[in-house]
């Protein structure tokens, strides 16, 4: 069983659609990390967050700690959203502690 | 300033053989992680390293890997007699402490034919 789920594994949109993209969680954390992942490989920090909503442009991610589950929003998506999307948890707790815990990702393509 | 970096960006070796991998985390950050990302397969986490406290070996695979941290800075990660299963790209983080967002670096792509 993998600590972290996501879905969709797989999700296409149009130019200008909202996107949601879910993450639930098993183990006690410290912070839930949303990372981009482009073709080539790099891969980039989106957001950090231990409780609440946070939001950087079209880009908004929530958390809800009672529930385990995270969400990330695209608003007004563009093709240059296409990318994978990755949601991983750190640990807290014992053997935990400072590992991050990834789900397998989720492939984003947008359509003009 | 400078981002993670990783040297060599890719490394083809042979079955059996050894090969090192190097990060050079930003400057400054005192945690630094190792992940692998197998073809289809997701991130793994491998070792993380946080300031001068023994590191949290509990992702590596096999006694055939290991990583060393030295003055708290650059990092190599070994692996000794590699397999075919051991092709992926290997990445390296860095964050200011245990609890901050981590910067990636580009990665090493191996493949061991």
């Known amino acids: 069983k993998n600590e972290v789920e996501q879905s969709p594994q797989n999700l296409t949109a149009q130019e200008g659609e909202f996107i949601t993209i879910n993450c639930s969680y098993s183990v006690g954390i410290s912070a839930l990390h949303w990372l981009q992942q482009h073709p080539g490989g790099g891969i980039v920090s989106l957001f950090m967050l231990s409780s609440g909503k946070k939001k950087h442009g079209r880009l908004i991610a929530t958390i809800n700690i009672q529930e385990k589950h995270s969400s990330l929003h695209i608003t007004a998506s563009h093709p240059r959203d296409s990318a994978v999307y990755i949601c991983?948890?750190?640990?807290?707790?014992?053997?935990?502690?400072?590992?991050?815990?990834f789900g397998r990702g989720t492939q984003l393509t947008v359509w003009p | 300033g400078a981002g993670v970096s990783q040297s060599p960006s890719n490394k083809v070796t042979e079955k059996g053989k050894d090969v090192e991998l190097r990060c050079d985390p930003i400057s400054g950050h005192t945690a630094l992680y190792w992940y692998r990302q197998s073809l289809g397969q997701g991130l793994e986490f491998l070792i993380y390293f946080q300031g001068n406290s023994a590191p949290d070996k509990s992702g590596l695979p096999s006694d055939r890997f290991s990583a060393e941290r030295t003055g708290g800075s650059v990092s190599t990660l070994t692996i000794q007699r590699t397999q075919q299963e051991d092709s992926a790209v290997y990445l390296c983080?860095?964050?200011?402490?245990?609890?901050?967002?981590?910067?990636f670096g580009p990665g090493t792509r191996l493949t061991v034919l």
């Open positions: 983080a860095s964050s200011l402490g245990r609890d901050d967002t981590q910067y």
């Open positions: 991983a948890v750190m640990g807290r707790l014992g053997s935990t502690l400072g590992r991050l815990y």
